[in-house]
């Protein structure tokens, strides 16, 4: 027997709860709660709603309704089930049986007052995937405020497990801040004692870039091409990671390389995406024994601009500069900067004092005519004092 909807006590508060019938899920939620007329019900409190009705679980289904005042969250109240049709009415003790409607959440267009159950979409509306984060999270039980842990300094310590501390290392170990140069540091003198020889020295600058590992992909590439031997790749640190245990590495490093994350190959990875954004390296280091050397190599556009991996376009010729900085025992500081434009060669050259200066300029004649024997003559030769130096200068005037 259906009770009468004009019995007295009996009257819908929610606005809107009349069309909650069109509504499928509400049409689901008074299917279940039919056979159960006259019988009581639990239902949990799952929130306080802000216009002051509740968010009640009952019957498998988040349902919305009025609850008497000072009802808290997280209690479970024994609910009577009045009516199933035309809407649910259920009964809180002795008080008015007030009727409830399947929650929507708030945003959910087309839907009355009613909450899809996990994952489905609203009524009239087009279904939205939902995320896998989402889903746990919609599945997840609400926890009163008052029964949330307190997180002071009694409280225990989180740990992360085994995989996190895996992972933040090699983020910690990879990251390089952003801006800053790609350095490669020397783990020995590019020449050997004595005499450098310019060719001996000019092959092991090219080694010290090329053998980096930051140009690998480029370069397995142009082994695939026929352009490059594999001898080549197995002097660059890649190659020599995925054939180490190959070599007969020891019991030991293999187990210790099985421990954790590879941290060179994500410093390596990370090197790389710099060198690329930024279109220059680094390398610092001895030239000789005893010599320290840094030396810069920058691609720029042709305002000047560092580039990365982006191509020139055809009336546009690359720009590459090539700087070097030394402190020679007798020159003191010198610093040299060479410009590369298609076939232009433009040099600076920055001594710290006047009499380093001088000897350079007294120098500069065969140093352009060996760049015209190469085949490269200089289209500019500049020679000055460093800034700091010519500062120095002046204060001393």
Do not use: C
């Not at 049409?27 to 799952?46: I, N, W």
């Not at 002071?152 to 140069?181: F, K, V």
């Not at 930024?278 to 030239?287: D, I, T």
């Not at 982006?310 to 090539?322: A, H, I, L």
Request: proline letters at 8%; charged letters at 15%.
């Amino acid at each position: 027997m259906q009770t009468r909807l004009d019995l007295p006590g009996l009257r819908p508060l929610l606005p809107g709860a009349g069309q909650a019938v069109a509504d499928p899920r509400q049409a689901a939620f008074q299917r279940t709660l039919a056979p159960l007329v006259g019988q009581s019900v639990k239902g949990e409190v799952l929130a306080k709603l802000s216009d002051g009705s509740y968010l009640v679980r009952v019957a498998d289904t988040n349902a919305r309704m009025m609850l008497p005042g000072g009802t808290q969250v997280g209690v479970d109240v024994p609910l009577n089930v009045v009516a199933a049709q035309p809407r649910p009415l259920l009964q809180v003790g002795t008080g008015q049986a007030q009727p409830a409607t399947v929650y929507t959440p708030p945003g959910e267009a087309d839907a009355p007052a009613a909450a899809l159950p996990q994952g489905a979409p609203a009524a009239g509306a087009q279904a939205r995937p939902m995320s896998a984060a989402a889903v746990l999270l919609n599945s997840a039980p609400l926890v009163a405020a008052d029964q949330l842990p307190t997180l002071d300094r009694s409280a225990a310590q989180a740990t992360l497990s085994p995989a996190a501390r895996a992972i933040a290392s090699a983020l910690t170990q990879a990251y390089t801040a952003p801006g800053a140069p790609v350095t490669i540091h020397g783990k020995g003198p590019l020449v050997a004692a004595g005499a450098p020889d310019p060719a001996k020295l000019e092959s092991a600058l090219k080694n010290v870039l090329g053998e980096s590992g930051l140009f690998y992909e480029s370069h397995v590439a142009d082994w695939a091409e026929g352009k490059r031997s594999l001898q080549d790749l197995a002097r660059e640190p890649q190659m020599q990671r995925m054939t180490a245990p190959n070599q007969g590495a020891s019991t030991e490093s293999l187990a210790k390389a099985m421990a954790g994350p590879d941290l060179s190959a994500a410093q390596m990875i990370n090197l790389q995406l710099h060198t690329q954004e930024q279109g220059k390296v680094q390398w610092h280091g001895e030239a000789w024994p005893g010599q320290r050397m840094e030396w810069e190599v920058a691609r720029e556009d042709s305002e000047g601009r560092s580039r990365g991996g982006g191509r020139d376009t055809p009336d546009e010729q690359p720009v590459w500069r090539s700087g070097v900085r030394f402190r020679f025992p007798l020159l003191g500081q010198v610093n040299a900067s060479v410009t590369l434009v298609g076939d232009q060669v433009q040099i600076q050259m920055q001594a710290g004092s006047d009499d380093t200066a001088a000897t350079l300029k007294a120098w500069s004649g065969a140093l352009q005519g060996a760049l015209e024997a190469a085949g490269m003559p200089l289209s500019s030769l500049s020679i000055g004092l460093q800034p700091d130096a010519a500062a120095k200068g002046a204060d001393a005037s």
